[in-house]
């Protein structure tokens, strides 16, 4: 069986989540992936078969998101090029993690497709939103990357088609430790800003993994490390607690190993938001920003009680099963609905 993984990569989440399923996905055929965006840090360690620069998010310095940025590197002519060329009909099974030009691949091939990871949580109506109401934010999570039907992955199983988030094997062997240091990786704020935030903290020492450097760096109490998988996994599992984005990946991780966990969301992004709703839920500090008042939030955060343990419903075997399950059972249906209709794919392109 041949199996086209489309893995968005922005951010490093789904890349990390990728490595982890593919051994599970090799079970059932040859994998080849898709790696589409351009704004990860790790390396990705993947069968890439095919690579697009495709649609992705950019980070300020200040944790928020550069629009600019963002605009400068959209082409609706190669991204509609690239959709007709993605071979998806010589794949028995397309899983796509969020990727929209494997959605439109598959939509004008009329190929069936599993949308396969955190944002295919968010069709269910029951995941948990932000409180403040996005529409553009809920479109973009709704039919950014459409499919014909979903597996998502989420804290909790909020429907009957969301499984338990795919923690790290490194993770769900460790023996975790409480030393006297905080792990920190906030990749939407400048280290700077970060560095005069967290110097303001007396008696606490911080590893901050840095996209900018190539070498550990130690300023004070603060230590820069350069990004990497195993490097970062092994700071979370020994720490005091941990201090990120809300993104999914980590905090998911942070919440099963048992650490103390303070989520700043990147400003503008509406999916970070909504799991900062759902990680409320655990018992989890969200701060919406660095400023004047971010040390004394820290302090008292680090008095605080340490949230509500994450447990798997799934294991990740258990998870690729019914995945490829799924995605078997759509293989002799009929394409009955289209992806996408004439008005959605005008408002993305």
Known sequence: ???????????????????????FLEQYGTVDVFL??????????LPIKYRSKGMSLFYGNKGGLDYWKMMKDFSLQ???????????????????DFDSITSLACFLKKKTSVGFGHQASFQSKNTPRAAKKDLAGEWVLNHYATATAYAGLHFKPYDNFIFSPVIKQ???EANPKSEAYITVYLSHYNDDIVKKALQKIAGIRFEVFSKKITQPVTEGNITFIPISNEGFTQSMINSAGVITGAGFETPAEALYLGKKLLCLPIRGQYEQHCNAAALKEFGVTVVDKIDD?????????????????????QSTYEIVQQVIELARSLQHKPLADPYLTEDDLMVMF
């Open 170 to 172: 490194t993770i769900l």
């Open 1 to 23: 069986m041949k199996i086209l993984y489309a893995v968005q990569a922005t951010g490093n989440g789904h890349i990390s989540r990728a490595i982890e399923l593919l051994p």
């Open 78 to 96: 190669r991204i509609w090029k690239e959709a007709n060329a993605l071979p998806v009909e010589q794949y028995d099974i397309v899983l796509n």
């Open 293 to 313: 008042q971010f040390a004394s939030l820290v302090d008292a955060w680090l008095q605080a009680p340490a949230p509500v343990n994450l447990t798997l419903g």
């Open 36 to 45: 589409s965006g351009n704004n990860s840090n790790l390396n990705a360690a």
